[in-house]
């Protein structure tokens, strides 16, 4: 799980280090491009591997055991972007709201 707390500290579980990370505002959304950059790939990788499962003629306990842990992986790799798009949407909710008080703050002086 994964929650924004202020504007500055991010709490990524879906980051390697299931650490508390200290970003900066326009970091967030980095992060998050980053991250699912990274799984594209291990999908892609999965895929490759999943395909020469399917053509190889003989298959062992060992093949269908990768096989079974392929599938899980692309399971938790579906539930992590579900948590990335919910954190990708308050992310992108804060940078509004940050937004609209930029305008309202430049309305402001203009009308002083």
């Not at 280090?17 to 699912?36: N, S």
């Not at 539930?79 to 309202?104: F, G, N």
């Amino acid at each position: 799980m994964a929650k924004v707390i202020g504007l500055t500290l991010a709490c990524l579980a879906a980051l390697p280090t299931d650490r508390c990370v200290i970003l900066t505002t326009m970091d967030h959304l980095a992060v998050l491009r980053e991250k699912i950059e990274r799984l594209r790939s291990e999908i892609a990788d999965i895929q490759e591997l999943n395909e020469q499962y399917r053509f190889r003629s003989q298959k062992g306990a060992e093949a269908d055991i990768a096989h079974s842990s392929r599938q899980e992986r692309l399971q938790q790799i579906q539930e992590e972007l579900v948590q990335l798009s919910q954190l990708a949407r308050k992310t992108l909710s804060i940078e509004q709201m940050r937004e609209k008080h930029r305008s309202r703050l430049h309305f402001v002086k203009n009308a002083s």
